[in-house]
């Protein structure tokens, strides 16, 4: 399964996104968005050590019903940036509460998480998380539409070794306190009998090095990365795809080396990725080129991000998907520029093994091949689907597919194209190119399928 969205994230009170509503949901599933990565604060789930807000934690869970009705499934995090709004110097940031704040920059404040120094009540921060993430774990074990559980957002490695401290490889940390510390994590969630996927997370240097932090023994895990580049992260102006953009080339080799080096960790643990975290500008034609990096890993993503969220701490001055907070959702108050790119076909599941996948944004011609066989260590069900999600955005009149060792069993102006592959098929390509005089391509809340109930 791979999924596409955004994150959809309060830093400030009250600390969840309680403005969203179900407009917002259908603009995401009618635009193909099948994830959200949201999650709790952690100054909001436990405002004083050992004692848990579940009115909070409880109000986060129904929005991933929410989404949930519509098709979209959830990956949760408990966010911070920078540590925290205590840790004054050299800028606040957000997540962490004050009783958990044990260092004046967030630099120390990190060091004593690492080392789990106790807070006033005499237990160490580091183990009063991990006793949230049961908590929380035990709220959500029995939900399918959370795919899975981001442990930390964007670990720093504080001061304890020779290291940069700011987005730079620190192997040293990479292969000793952060991997203890998400084992901890993992026992955690499923001592509380949640078995979703755990993806943890290096540090965040935007794919310069290999990653070095090692697997786990449970096979429920993954790795989430986030990638920025720095050219187009903060930039306050913003272009259309299509246009000339020098900071997009300036971008072009930096991604380049950086998706190689995430492909190159993720095929030595043999695990998924999921880009958790990436764009917070309008640059399009520099999304466009994240987005096609990530689909021709066959990667899940979430851009950052839904909201403009012009008051919370640590965000971009030209993030979000809406154009105005303040006012409802809806494809008026959307950035279609950004839709545009976002909004794109793509094998949402594959039955098979994933060859390669190209599109042009120009002509809309989107190809997918395959091999008809599963990846090492799972089962291909007999009759099983590959299942593309074909925006009406794109394809406004209609499309064709034309299939190669196999056949298109879905409906014309489906906006999920299903394709069987033949029996004897060894590999199979499926091309999708616009057709004028086609059905009318459907939005998913038009065959009816979707709001679930």
């Not at 603009?27 to 004083?48: D, K, Q």
């Not at 098709?71 to 009783?99: K, N």
């Not at 795809?241 to 930096?254: L, N």
């Not at 108050?333 to 390669?356: C, M």
């Amino acid at each position: 399964m791979v999924t596409h969205g955004f994150n959809v994230v309060k830093k400030l009170a009250p600390y969840y996104p309680s403005t969203f509503t179900a407009a917002d949901a259908k603009l995401l599933a009618n635009e193909g968005f099948t994830s959200v990565r949201t999650g709790f604060m952690w100054e909001a789930a436990e405002p004083s050590p050992g004692r848990y807000d579940d009115r909070y934690i409880g109000r986060v869970v129904r929005f991933t019903r929410l989404l949930a009705r519509y098709g979209i499934r959830t990956l949760l995090d408990v966010h911070q940036d920078l540590w925290g709004r205590h840790a004054r110097l050299p800028t606040p940031g957000d997540g962490a509460p004050g009783w958990a704040t044990l260092g004046l920059t967030f630099d120390d404040s990190f060091t004593a998480f690492w080392q789990n120094r106790p807070a006033a009540d005499g237990v160490g921060i580091q183990t009063r998380y991990v006793q949230l993430w049961r908590h929380i774990a035990g709220a959500i074990r029995h939900d399918p539409w959370i795919i899975g559980i981001d442990p930390f957002n964007e670990p720093y490695v504080g001061t304890a070794y020779a290291c940069d401290p700011l987005f730079a490889p620190c192997p040293a940390f990479e292969t000793t306190a952060l991997p203890a510390f998400y084992n901890r994590v993992i026992h955690a969630v499923r001592a509380a009998g949640a078995r979703q996927v755990i993806f943890p997370e290096t540090i965040a240097y935007n794919g310069s090095a290999v990653p070095t932090l090692p697997g786990f023994a449970d096979r429920q895990t993954a790795y989430s990365f986030h990638f920025y580049c720095s050219t187009t992260q903060n930039s306050s102006t913003a272009e259309p795809y299509g246009s000339d953009s020098s900071e997009a080339r300036q971008c072009k080799p930096t991604e380049d080396t950086a998706f190689t080096h995430y492909r190159t960790y993720l095929h030595r643990l043999h695990v998924p990725g999921f880009l958790g975290e990436f764009s917070c500008n309008d640059i399009e034609p520099d999304n466009a080129q994240v987005v096609d990096l990530a689909d021709k890993m066959f990667t899940s993503w979430t851009a950052w991000m839904y909201y403009t969220a012009a008051d919370d701490p640590a965000n971009c001055a030209k993030q979000g998907l809406l154009k105005n907070d303040a006012r409802p959702a809806s494809e008026r108050n959307a950035k279609q520029a950004k839709l545009d790119v976002f909004a794109e076909p793509y094998a949402q599941y594959i039955a098979g093994t994933p060859i390669s996948v190209s599109q042009n944004r120009t002509t809309h011609r989107y190809v997918l091949r395959l091999r008809h066989h599963a990846v090492p260590g799972v089962r291909l069900r007999r009759g099983a689907l590959t299942q593309i999600f074909i925006p009406a955005r794109d394809y406004p009149h209609g499309y064709r597919a034309i299939v190669r060792g196999g056949r298109t069993v879905s409906a014309a102006g489906s906006p999920w194209l299903l394709v069987k592959a033949d029996a004897e098929a060894r590999n199979v390509s499926v091309t999708v190119v616009s057709d004028a005089h086609g059905q009318p391509t459907k939005r998913p809340t038009q065959t009816g399928w979707l709001p679930l109930h």
